[in-house]
């Protein structure tokens, strides 16, 4: 059974850094994408950006290049999303999801999002 | 903005059918794929391709697409449909993923 488990909700300062997970199980890690997906409070989905953990080719949308960056330890099925010093604004659901990247282009598993609260 | 454009919102009573549509340039090129979120929880994928359901998915929900606007239909709409509707494709690169807006249906 295919699961993507991501780390739990996080209460942070601004100015603070953070990294999230997603760790994947139940298929090859390293054969598929995974990507992150931000979900504002009552807004609707963001495509933020992707990493083939294979080879660790990564792409973002251009409306989240330079604000975060994706990484991904294939030793133990973990994707990333971190921060260097988050912003009021970054206050969101996070999701990973694994990307059929070929023909289809959907993201066919999704993880349970993880919280994050940025707030002085 | 997003390059994918859907309603905002749709209705429709129950037991009909509804038709929720999504328009962008690159899906003359690339198929959408289409997800449902309830409140509270992540996204599922109920349609991709050119009209594929994942295991698990009602065969009410159906796939279409034409030039440039791909449209999810459901037959027979059921209490349990209503919820958010995003489509999602290929952006005008073909490199990068991109979303619509999203469609919020409320079954009367």
């Known amino acids: 059974e295919v699961q993507l488990v991501q780390s739990g909700a996080e209460v942070k300062k601004p100015g603070e850094s953070l990294k999230i997970s997603c760790k994947g199980s139940g298929y090859s890690f390293t054969s598929y994408w995974i990507g992150w997906v931000r979900q504002m409070p009552g807004k609707g989905l963001e495509w933020m950006g992707i990493?083939?953990?294979?080879?660790?080719?990564?792409r973002y949308s251009p409306s989240f290049q330079g604000q975060v960056t994706i990484s991904a330890d294939k030793s133990i099925s973990t994707a990333y999303l971190q921060w260097s010093s988050l912003k009021a604004s970054d206050t969101a659901m996070y999701y990973c999801a694994r990307l059929e990247g070929g023909y289809y282009y959907t993201f066919d598993y999704w993880g349970q999002g993880t919280l994050v609260t940025v707030s002085s | 903005s997003s390059e994918l454009t859907q309603d905002p919102a749709v209705s429709v009573a129950l037991g009909q059918t509804v038709r929720i549509t999504c328009q962008g340039d690159?899906?003359?090129?690339?198929?959408a794929s289409w997800y449902q979120q309830k409140p509270g929880q992540a996204p599922v994928l109920v349609i991709y391709?050119?009209?594929n359901r994942p295991s698990g998915i009602p065969d009410r929900f159906s796939g279409s697409s034409s030039g440039n606007t791909a449209s999810l239909t459901i037959t027979g709409a059921q209490a349990e449909d209503e919820a958010d509707y995003y489509c999602n494709s290929r952006d005008s690169s073909g490199n990068r993923g991109v979303f619509g807006g999203g469609t919020k249906l409320t079954v009367l």
């Open positions: 990493i083939y953990p294979g080879d660790s080719d990564t």
């Open positions: 690159s899906l003359r090129s690339y198929y």
């Open positions: 391709g050119k009209n």
